[in-house]
């Protein structure tokens, strides 16, 4: 093997050794090769520029409801937080809650607490403690950072093709390898981590929800009328897909309810809100 293909895989052991983090709603050592104080600007300034383009809705009760279920969301991981000696976890956040009139089924929230609520989604919602499911999943990404892993993902299945091309030096062989590459990365790796992502979303999501006062039972209530909304037969196979199936989203919800309003009491959370 040559120097320089020796300097291009010690490299990137060395970039994935020291770009490790703990999450502490998760517990897990997860890549985070791009740092929050880079990804923080760059989705708050995204996030302006969506805005002016966008139509948003102020005033109304449903906007209303946007803020205030978001506000006892994020007090919720503020008191999840601190309870778990990660004071000051949230300190570079900032937090804003919007709803936008879209048709559009959908909601997110961008690294560092910026989110959206098209009003597409909120039939499906039907209530508060739905819109509370919703926001809860979508806050738990930014929080477990899965912004910040997937573009860490993304670079590392980079850097492996590249890494791949120069370590291989038969044409035939090199050219196999990136025809399989793309589609092995893909599949085996890429689309069960964003798989991952989703359940570990549900489950945050849940907790903070329950911890916020609402009824964590509700959340798979929602994904049920999810998947009635989206007709039948139009989902890919799950193993094709970045998300869970609806079934599979379903279950996990069903089974984590009871501990989740098990959580919630220990944050003094006896009664869920109607």
């Not at 050592?29 to 300034?45: E, G, K, R, W």
Request: glycine share 8%; net charge neutral.
């Amino acid at each position: 093997m040559t120097k320089l293909k020796v300097t291009v895989l010690v490299f990137g052991f060395v970039l994935i050794a020291v770009s490790c983090a703990t999450n502490p709603f998760t517990g897990k050592q997860t890549i985070a090769l791009v740092s929050n104080d880079q990804l923080f600007p760059t989705a708050f300034a995204q996030y302006d520029q969506f805005l002016t383009e966008n139509k948003v809705v102020t005033g109304t009760k449903d906007a209303q409801m946007i803020t205030r279920v978001g506000q006892r969301i994020a007090v919720a991981a503020e008191r999840w937080l601190s309870a778990n000696g990660h004071h000051s976890y949230l300190n570079d956040y900032k937090w804003e809650y919007n709803l936008v009139d879209d048709e559009t089924v959908n909601a997110w929230c961008m690294p560092g607490g910026k989110i959206v609520f098209y009003t597409g989604i909120l039939p499906i919602a039907q209530s508060e403690t739905g819109v509370a499911a919703i926001m809860g999943h979508e806050v738990a990404h930014a929080l477990a950072n899965h912004g910040q892993q997937r573009m860490s993902a993304g670079m590392l299945q980079q850097f492996g093709a590249v890494a791949g091309n120069i370590a291989i030096q038969d044409n035939q062989a090199r050219d196999a390898f990136n025809q399989y590459y793309g589609v092995g990365s893909q599949l085996g790796v890429m689309l069960p981590f964003s798989r991952s992502h989703e359940a570990e979303a549900d489950k945050i999501g849940l907790y903070l929800m329950a911890i916020a006062g609402y009824n964590p039972a509700e959340a798979a209530q929602l994904w049920k009328r999810m998947k009635a909304s989206g007709g039948s037969g139009q989902a890919p196979p799950e193993i094709l897909s970045t998300h869970p199936s609806n079934d599979s989203r379903i279950a996990n919800l069903t089974a984590l309810a009871p501990a989740a309003a098990v959580e919630a009491q220990k944050f003094g959370v006896s009664k869920f809100r109607e």
